[in-house]
């Protein structure tokens, strides 16, 4: 435990898009959303045990509900609710999100940015920067299923999208070595890229265990008391 508090507030923003809903049927691996639950719910009992303010806003492509940064321990129960009531349904839309959440957010603050990171959009790595340029501590926390990293099916397949986009039928082995490739590389480009900006960037697949993904928000705070 810490001896003292940093008086930190941190605004944890989570994508409640259709595709965070995601759960294969082919192993017991948990759907991205409830991974992102626990994880959210983590913490946010951690920080509240330190005496922080922790706050919770759901998106997709738009603010679905904010719960703004409170330390006293019974707003626990409010962050629960807000991750318990929740379905994932929607498109991904970073850049009008953000928008509209940075004149909220507490300046030299913490933001945590839970995300499967599928959207249309081109450049992720803008609406990043505008939350730096905030002065907030960033933290992203990437999560996919195993699923979405291999593309492990077999057979002619209809792919059916949880978000906005059509349909699509096709043998996924005709395409698995490129589509494996092409995941990595955005991987590693979304690294570099957030590194490149002082932002903590952790990618996890839904097998991971949570304690990895803890272990980098522990570190992140205890760095911020020693400033």
């Given amino acids: 435990q810490f001896e003292q508090s940093t008086n930190l507030k941190c605004t944890i923003l989570l994508d409640a898009s259709g595709s965070m809903g995601y759960q294969s049927t082919m192993d017991n691996a948990m759907s991205k959303m409830d991974y992102a639950r626990n994880l959210v719910a983590a913490m946010s009992y951690l920080f509240l045990k330190q005496f922080d303010a922790v706050g919770l806003t759901l998106f997709n492509d738009r603010l679905v509900h904010h719960i703004p940064p409170r330390s006293k321990p019974s707003h626990f129960q409010h962050i629960l609710h807000g991750l318990a009531t929740l379905e994932p349904k929607g498109a991904t839309q970073l ?133």
Avoid at 169 to 191: N, W
């Fill in 95 to 227: 850049e009008q999100v953000v928008g509209n959440l940075i004149e909220r957010l507490p300046p030299r603050g913490m933001l945590i940015l839970v995300s499967d990171l599928l959207t249309k959009e081109n450049d992720i790595i803008k609406n990043i920067k505008l939350l730096c340029s905030r002065g907030l501590e960033v933290i992203i926390f990437h999560i996919l299923h195993p699923d979405e990293l291999t593309l492990p099916f077999e057979g002619d397949i209809v792919f059916e999208s949880l978000e906005d986009d059509p349909s699509v039928g096709l043998d996924p082995t005709d395409i698995q070595a490129e589509y494996q490739q092409t995941v990595r590389k955005k991987i590693k480009s979304l690294k570099m890229n957030c590194t490149a900006l002082g932002v903590d960037y952790v990618f996890l697949d839904t097998r991971s265990s949570l304690e990895q993904a803890l272990s980098y928000y522990l570190l992140r705070r205890k760095s911020l008391i020693k400033k």
